[in-house]
Protein backbone atom coordinates (compact mmCIF):
# COMPACT_ATOMS: atom_id res chain seq x y z
CA UNK A 1 0.00 0.00 0.00
CA UNK A 2 1.38 3.71 -1.19
CA UNK A 3 -0.18 5.93 1.88
CA UNK A 4 -1.72 9.37 1.35
CA UNK A 5 1.19 10.72 3.90
CA UNK A 6 2.58 8.93 6.73
CA UNK A 7 5.38 10.88 9.33
CA UNK A 8 9.31 10.91 8.37
CA UNK A 9 10.44 9.22 11.78
CA UNK A 10 14.48 9.17 11.57
CA UNK A 11 16.22 11.88 13.56
CA UNK A 12 16.52 12.32 17.16
CA UNK A 13 13.29 11.83 18.20
CA UNK A 14 13.85 8.45 20.23
CA UNK A 15 16.93 9.83 22.08
CA UNK A 16 15.16 12.58 23.22
CA UNK A 17 12.20 11.23 24.04
CA UNK A 18 14.26 8.98 25.97
CA UNK A 19 15.94 11.53 28.16
CA UNK A 20 12.35 13.11 29.15
CA UNK A 21 11.52 9.76 30.22
CA UNK A 22 15.03 9.15 31.85
CA UNK A 23 15.12 12.65 33.55
CA UNK A 24 11.26 12.22 34.77
CA UNK A 25 10.57 15.70 32.79
CA UNK A 26 7.83 14.21 30.91
CA UNK A 27 4.87 16.98 31.69
CA UNK A 28 4.67 20.69 30.19
CA UNK A 29 7.61 22.22 33.03
CA UNK A 30 10.45 20.34 30.78
CA UNK A 31 12.51 21.92 28.95
CA UNK A 32 12.32 20.76 25.64
CA UNK A 33 8.98 22.99 25.20
CA UNK A 34 10.72 26.30 25.63
CA UNK A 35 13.41 24.89 23.20
CA UNK A 36 11.16 23.82 21.00
CA UNK A 37 9.17 27.40 21.07
CA UNK A 38 12.62 28.80 20.64
CA UNK A 39 13.61 26.70 17.69
CA UNK A 40 10.09 27.14 16.05
CA UNK A 41 10.47 31.06 16.05
CA UNK A 42 14.22 30.61 14.25
CA UNK A 43 12.54 28.39 11.62
CA UNK A 44 10.00 30.88 10.81
CA UNK A 45 11.61 33.78 11.75
CA UNK A 46 8.76 34.83 14.37
CA UNK A 47 9.14 36.60 17.82
CA UNK A 48 6.85 34.65 19.93
CA UNK A 49 5.74 31.46 19.98
CA UNK A 50 3.54 29.11 22.20
CA UNK A 51 3.07 24.98 22.07
CA UNK A 52 -0.24 23.75 22.20
CA UNK A 53 -1.64 20.16 22.81
CA UNK A 54 -3.41 20.45 18.93
CA UNK A 55 -3.65 22.28 16.25
CA UNK A 56 -6.92 23.01 16.75
CA UNK A 57 -6.38 24.45 19.87
CA UNK A 58 -3.43 26.94 18.57
CA UNK A 59 -6.54 28.34 16.55
CA UNK A 60 -8.57 28.68 19.17
CA UNK A 61 -6.55 29.88 21.40
CA UNK A 62 -6.05 32.36 18.36
CA UNK A 63 -9.32 33.79 18.51
CA UNK A 64 -9.74 33.98 22.35
CA UNK A 65 -6.40 35.68 22.36
CA UNK A 66 -8.00 38.73 19.87
CA UNK A 67 -10.88 38.84 22.27
CA UNK A 68 -12.86 37.26 19.97
CA UNK A 69 -16.07 36.03 20.85
CA UNK A 70 -20.06 36.51 21.04
CA UNK A 71 -21.71 38.36 18.91
CA UNK A 72 -18.15 38.68 16.39
CA UNK A 73 -18.07 37.30 12.60
CA UNK A 74 -14.85 35.74 10.69
CA UNK A 75 -14.23 34.98 7.41
CA UNK A 76 -13.25 31.57 6.81
CA UNK A 77 -13.11 29.30 3.39
CA UNK A 78 -15.62 26.61 2.96
CA UNK A 79 -13.19 24.52 1.61
CA UNK A 80 -10.99 23.65 4.53
CA UNK A 81 -10.74 21.09 7.13
CA UNK A 82 -13.11 21.80 9.50
CA UNK A 83 -10.84 22.70 12.46
CA UNK A 84 -10.80 27.10 11.68
CA UNK A 85 -14.39 26.42 11.67
CA UNK A 86 -15.05 24.79 14.93
CA UNK A 87 -12.36 27.17 16.59
CA UNK A 88 -14.94 29.91 15.87
CA UNK A 89 -17.96 28.15 17.25
CA UNK A 90 -15.99 27.27 20.30
CA UNK A 91 -14.54 31.25 21.08
CA UNK A 92 -18.56 31.72 20.58
CA UNK A 93 -18.20 33.45 16.96
CA UNK A 94 -20.31 32.81 13.61
CA UNK A 95 -18.01 31.78 10.64
CA UNK A 96 -19.30 33.58 7.24
CA UNK A 97 -17.82 31.38 4.36
CA UNK A 98 -16.53 32.63 0.63
CA UNK A 99 -15.23 31.00 -1.96
CA UNK A 100 -11.97 29.70 -2.86
CA UNK A 101 -9.51 30.53 -6.17
CA UNK A 102 -9.69 27.19 -9.15
CA UNK A 103 -5.73 27.36 -9.61
CA UNK A 104 -4.53 27.53 -5.60
CA UNK A 105 -7.45 26.32 -4.58
CA UNK A 106 -7.13 28.96 -1.61
CA UNK A 107 -9.51 31.54 -0.47
CA UNK A 108 -10.45 33.80 -3.18
CA UNK A 109 -9.48 37.26 -1.87
CA UNK A 110 -11.72 39.52 -4.26
CA UNK A 111 -14.64 37.78 -2.88
CA UNK A 112 -14.16 38.81 1.19
CA UNK A 113 -15.21 42.24 1.16
CA UNK A 114 -18.56 41.85 -0.11
CA UNK A 115 -18.84 39.53 3.15
CA UNK A 116 -18.09 42.13 5.24
CA UNK A 117 -20.56 43.40 8.33
CA UNK A 118 -20.31 45.72 11.51
CA UNK A 119 -19.85 42.30 13.13
CA UNK A 120 -16.70 40.99 11.35
CA UNK A 121 -13.81 40.82 13.47
CA UNK A 122 -11.02 38.77 11.75
CA UNK A 123 -10.53 37.05 8.46
CA UNK A 124 -8.89 33.58 8.66
CA UNK A 125 -6.66 32.64 5.57
CA UNK A 126 -5.98 28.83 5.20
CA UNK A 127 -3.22 27.86 3.14
CA UNK A 128 -4.72 24.45 2.07
CA UNK A 129 -2.74 21.81 0.55
CA UNK A 130 0.09 23.73 0.62
CA UNK A 131 -0.02 27.11 -1.24
CA UNK A 132 -0.28 30.31 0.02
CA UNK A 133 -3.20 32.63 0.33
CA UNK A 134 -2.37 35.91 -1.48
CA UNK A 135 -1.47 37.80 1.67
CA UNK A 136 -1.07 41.27 0.67
CA UNK A 137 -4.78 41.24 -0.44
CA UNK A 138 -6.28 40.19 2.99
CA UNK A 139 -3.54 42.67 5.18
CA UNK A 140 -5.04 45.50 3.04
CA UNK A 141 -8.28 44.39 3.12
CA UNK A 142 -7.61 43.86 7.17
CA UNK A 143 -6.55 47.36 7.49
CA UNK A 144 -9.25 49.23 5.45
CA UNK A 145 -12.44 47.61 7.95
CA UNK A 146 -9.87 46.97 11.49
CA UNK A 147 -9.60 43.32 11.73
CA UNK A 148 -7.67 40.67 12.80
CA UNK A 149 -6.06 38.10 10.71
CA UNK A 150 -5.25 34.82 12.14
CA UNK A 151 -3.79 32.50 9.51
CA UNK A 152 -4.50 28.30 9.30
CA UNK A 153 -0.44 27.73 8.38
CA UNK A 154 -1.06 24.10 9.01
CA UNK A 155 -0.85 23.00 5.63
CA UNK A 156 1.40 25.28 4.81
CA UNK A 157 4.27 24.51 7.01
CA UNK A 158 7.28 26.32 5.33
CA UNK A 159 5.49 27.65 2.17
CA UNK A 160 6.12 31.10 1.37
CA UNK A 161 4.62 34.44 0.52
CA UNK A 162 6.99 37.34 -0.89
CA UNK A 163 10.14 35.85 0.61
CA UNK A 164 8.34 35.27 4.01
CA UNK A 165 7.30 32.25 5.94
CA UNK A 166 3.49 31.52 5.93
CA UNK A 167 2.00 31.92 9.52
CA UNK A 168 3.88 34.74 10.25
CA UNK A 169 1.65 37.97 7.80
CA UNK A 170 -1.15 38.00 9.99
CA UNK A 171 -1.47 38.94 13.93
CA UNK A 172 -1.00 35.25 13.99
CA UNK A 173 -0.48 32.28 12.59
CA UNK A 174 -1.25 28.78 13.55
CA UNK A 175 0.59 25.35 13.19
CA UNK A 176 -0.09 21.77 13.48
CA UNK A 177 2.13 18.67 14.49
CA UNK A 178 -0.63 15.69 13.48
CA UNK A 179 1.02 12.64 12.28
CA UNK A 180 -0.03 13.40 8.73
CA UNK A 181 1.39 17.27 8.69
CA UNK A 182 5.10 18.01 7.26
CA UNK A 183 6.89 17.27 11.00
CA UNK A 184 4.97 15.75 13.88
CA UNK A 185 4.62 15.27 16.93
CA UNK A 186 1.79 12.60 17.35
CA UNK A 187 -0.16 15.65 18.09
CA UNK A 188 0.78 19.02 18.89
CA UNK A 189 0.40 22.22 17.37
CA UNK A 190 1.91 25.91 17.54
CA UNK A 191 0.78 29.97 17.73
CA UNK A 192 3.07 32.40 16.20
CA UNK A 193 3.05 36.12 16.44
CA UNK A 194 5.25 39.16 16.07
CA UNK A 195 3.38 41.14 18.67
CA UNK A 196 4.56 40.37 22.45
CA UNK A 197 1.15 41.17 24.42
CA UNK A 198 -0.58 38.37 21.92
CA UNK A 199 2.15 36.38 22.80
CA UNK A 200 1.57 36.31 26.42
CA UNK A 201 -1.87 36.72 26.40
CA UNK A 202 -1.74 33.50 24.71
CA UNK A 203 0.62 31.73 26.70
CA UNK A 204 -1.07 32.86 29.60
CA UNK A 205 -4.64 31.51 28.58
CA UNK A 206 -3.10 28.50 27.41
CA UNK A 207 -1.60 27.52 30.84
CA UNK A 208 -4.75 28.02 32.67
CA UNK A 209 -4.61 31.56 34.02
CA UNK A 210 -2.08 30.37 36.82
CA UNK A 211 -0.53 32.90 38.78
CA UNK A 212 2.14 31.68 41.31
CA UNK A 213 1.45 33.28 44.71
CA UNK A 214 4.32 34.21 47.17
CA UNK A 215 3.53 31.32 49.06
CA UNK A 216 3.30 28.80 45.57
CA UNK A 217 -0.99 28.91 45.80
CA UNK A 218 -2.38 29.17 42.44
CA UNK A 219 -5.02 32.31 41.39
CA UNK A 220 -6.69 32.31 38.24
CA UNK A 221 -7.96 35.81 37.23
CA UNK A 222 -10.08 34.09 34.82
CA UNK A 223 -10.94 31.51 32.40
CA UNK A 224 -7.89 29.72 30.99
CA UNK A 225 -7.15 26.28 29.27
CA UNK A 226 -4.84 23.44 29.45
CA UNK A 227 -3.86 23.81 26.42
CA UNK A 228 0.32 23.40 26.41
CA UNK A 229 2.06 20.33 25.08
CA UNK A 230 3.99 18.33 27.38
CA UNK A 231 7.91 17.65 26.92
CA UNK A 232 8.09 14.44 25.26
CA UNK A 233 5.99 15.99 22.71
CA UNK A 234 7.96 18.78 22.19
CA UNK A 235 11.31 16.74 22.56
CA UNK A 236 9.85 15.20 19.54
CA UNK A 237 9.45 18.58 17.87
CA UNK A 238 12.44 19.49 18.25
CA UNK A 239 13.75 16.25 16.71
CA UNK A 240 11.71 16.56 14.07
CA UNK A 241 12.70 20.55 13.40
CA UNK A 242 16.22 19.51 13.37
CA UNK A 243 15.59 17.94 9.31
CA UNK A 244 12.54 19.74 8.02
CA UNK A 245 14.50 21.90 5.14
CA UNK A 246 15.26 18.52 4.26
CA UNK A 247 11.72 17.25 4.28
CA UNK A 248 10.68 20.55 2.74
CA UNK A 249 13.00 20.37 0.02
CA UNK A 250 12.01 16.65 -0.85
CA UNK A 251 8.11 17.37 -1.10
CA UNK A 252 8.63 19.99 -3.62
CA UNK A 253 10.97 17.98 -5.82
CA UNK A 254 8.36 15.23 -5.86
CA UNK A 255 5.87 17.31 -6.41
CA UNK A 256 7.98 18.40 -9.63
CA UNK A 257 8.66 15.03 -10.30
CA UNK A 258 4.71 14.74 -10.36
CA UNK A 259 4.32 17.60 -12.75
CA UNK A 260 6.68 16.23 -15.15
CA UNK A 261 5.51 12.74 -15.18
CA UNK A 262 1.63 14.15 -15.56
CA UNK A 263 2.97 17.08 -18.12
CA UNK A 264 1.04 15.10 -20.68
CA UNK A 265 -1.57 13.62 -19.62
CA UNK A 266 -4.96 15.18 -21.01
CA UNK A 267 -7.97 15.87 -19.01
CA UNK A 268 -6.23 16.68 -15.70
CA UNK A 269 -4.88 19.88 -13.91
CA UNK A 270 -1.90 20.55 -12.58
CA UNK A 271 -1.29 22.68 -9.03
CA UNK A 272 0.44 25.98 -9.44
CA UNK A 273 3.01 28.09 -7.74
CA UNK A 274 2.02 31.51 -8.22
CA UNK A 275 5.20 33.81 -8.86
CA UNK A 276 4.96 35.49 -5.52
CA UNK A 277 4.57 31.81 -3.42
CA UNK A 278 6.96 29.02 -2.53
CA UNK A 279 4.70 25.61 -2.76
CA UNK A 280 5.56 23.06 -0.02
CA UNK A 281 3.29 21.12 -1.88
CA UNK A 282 2.30 19.09 1.83
CA UNK A 283 -0.03 17.28 -0.25
CA UNK A 284 0.03 16.85 -4.12
CA UNK A 285 -3.30 18.06 -5.61
CA UNK A 286 -4.71 17.54 -8.59
CA UNK A 287 -8.06 18.11 -10.40
CA UNK A 288 -9.94 16.12 -12.82
CA UNK A 289 -11.63 17.32 -15.34
CA UNK A 290 -14.76 16.44 -17.27
CA UNK A 291 -12.62 16.13 -20.17
CA UNK A 292 -10.60 13.30 -18.24
CA UNK A 293 -11.93 9.87 -19.14
CA UNK A 294 -13.53 8.59 -15.82
CA UNK A 295 -14.65 10.71 -12.78
CA UNK A 296 -12.63 11.42 -9.79
CA UNK A 297 -14.66 9.37 -7.31
CA UNK A 298 -13.96 6.30 -10.04
CA UNK A 299 -10.24 7.19 -10.39
CA UNK A 300 -9.61 6.81 -6.28
CA UNK A 301 -11.39 3.55 -6.29
CA UNK A 302 -9.42 2.58 -8.90
CA UNK A 303 -6.06 3.92 -7.34
CA UNK A 304 -7.11 2.02 -4.31
CA UNK A 305 -7.33 -1.25 -6.20
CA UNK A 306 -4.26 -0.78 -7.01
CA UNK A 307 -2.96 -0.61 -3.70
CA UNK A 308 -3.08 3.16 -3.65
CA UNK A 309 -4.34 5.85 -1.41
CA UNK A 310 -5.24 8.92 -2.17
CA UNK A 311 -8.16 11.64 -0.88
CA UNK A 312 -10.85 13.60 -2.82
CA UNK A 313 -10.88 17.24 -1.41
CA UNK A 314 -12.51 18.57 1.37
CA UNK A 315 -16.01 18.98 0.86
CA UNK A 316 -17.57 22.05 1.81
CA UNK A 317 -18.21 23.19 5.11
CA UNK A 318 -20.98 25.51 4.63
CA UNK A 319 -23.03 22.34 3.45
CA UNK A 320 -22.08 20.06 6.61
CA UNK A 321 -25.38 20.16 9.81
CA UNK A 322 -23.70 22.59 11.94
CA UNK A 323 -22.64 25.44 9.64
CA UNK A 324 -26.12 24.67 7.36
CA UNK A 325 -27.35 28.45 7.54
CA UNK A 326 -24.41 30.27 8.27
CA UNK A 327 -23.42 33.01 5.73
CA UNK A 328 -21.67 32.51 2.74
CA UNK A 329 -21.37 33.64 -0.67
CA UNK A 330 -21.36 32.30 -4.30
CA UNK A 331 -19.38 28.59 -3.75
CA UNK A 332 -19.32 27.54 -7.08
CA UNK A 333 -15.58 27.09 -7.27
CA UNK A 334 -15.67 25.59 -4.07
CA UNK A 335 -18.62 22.82 -5.04
CA UNK A 336 -16.85 22.23 -8.39
CA UNK A 337 -12.96 21.96 -7.14
CA UNK A 338 -14.70 19.40 -3.76
CA UNK A 339 -16.15 16.90 -6.65
CA UNK A 340 -12.90 17.06 -8.65
CA UNK A 341 -9.71 17.38 -6.33
CA UNK A 342 -7.64 14.99 -5.25
CA UNK A 343 -5.21 14.27 -3.02
CA UNK A 344 -1.91 12.13 -4.25
CA UNK A 345 0.02 10.30 -2.19
CA UNK A 346 3.00 12.81 -0.81
CA UNK A 347 4.81 10.81 2.08
CA UNK A 348 8.37 12.58 2.64
CA UNK A 349 9.51 8.70 1.59
CA UNK A 350 7.45 8.08 -1.31
CA UNK A 351 9.95 6.75 -3.80
CA UNK A 352 10.28 7.39 -7.34
CA UNK A 353 9.13 4.02 -8.37
CA UNK A 354 6.11 4.97 -6.39
CA UNK A 355 5.40 7.89 -8.12
CA UNK A 356 5.94 6.50 -11.52
CA UNK A 357 3.33 3.78 -10.76
CA UNK A 358 0.90 6.38 -9.62
CA UNK A 359 1.25 9.17 -12.97
CA UNK A 360 1.27 5.61 -15.06
CA UNK A 361 -2.44 4.78 -13.65
CA UNK A 362 -3.56 8.05 -14.12
CA UNK A 363 -1.86 8.19 -17.81
CA UNK A 364 -3.49 4.96 -18.50
CA UNK A 365 -7.27 5.70 -18.03
CA UNK A 366 -7.26 9.33 -19.46
CA UNK A 367 -9.16 9.62 -22.84
C1 LIG B 1 -4.55 19.62 10.38
C2 LIG B 1 -5.32 20.87 10.29
C3 LIG B 1 -5.64 21.64 11.45
C4 LIG B 1 -5.27 21.26 12.86
O1 LIG B 1 -5.43 19.96 13.14
P1 LIG B 1 -5.11 19.23 14.54
O2 LIG B 1 -5.41 17.82 14.20
O3 LIG B 1 -6.00 19.82 15.55
O4 LIG B 1 -3.66 19.45 14.88
C5 LIG B 1 -6.29 22.84 11.27
N1 LIG B 1 -6.62 23.29 10.05
C6 LIG B 1 -6.33 22.60 8.92
C7 LIG B 1 -6.68 23.19 7.60
C8 LIG B 1 -5.69 21.35 9.02
O5 LIG B 1 -5.43 20.67 7.90
Known sequence: ???????????????????????????????????FEDRFNEYIGSKEAVVTVNGTAALHLALVSLGIGKGDEVIVPSMTFISPVNAIKYAGA????????????????????????????AIM????????????????????????????ATEALGSEYKGNKVGTIGNIGCFSFNGNKLITTGAGGMLITNDDRIGERAKFLSTQTKVVNDNKSFYHPEIGYNY??????????VAQLENIEMYIDIKRKN????????????GITLPVQKE??????WLYSIVIEDEYGISRDELIKILE?????SRPFFMPVHEMPPYKGCKHGKMDITFELSKKGINLPSSVGIKKCEIDKICSIIKEYSK
Request: aromatic share 12%; charged share 25%; net charge negative.
Open 276 to 281: WAVNCH
Open 1 to 35: MIPLCIPEIKGNEWKYIKECIDTNWVSSAGSYVNL
Open 305 to 309: YEGIE
Open 255 to 266: AQYYSEKLSDVS
Open 125 to 152: PVHIYGHPVDMDDIMRIAKKYDLYVIED
Open 94 to 121: EPVFVDICRDTFVMDTTKIEEMISSNTK
Open 228 to 237: RMPNLLAAFG
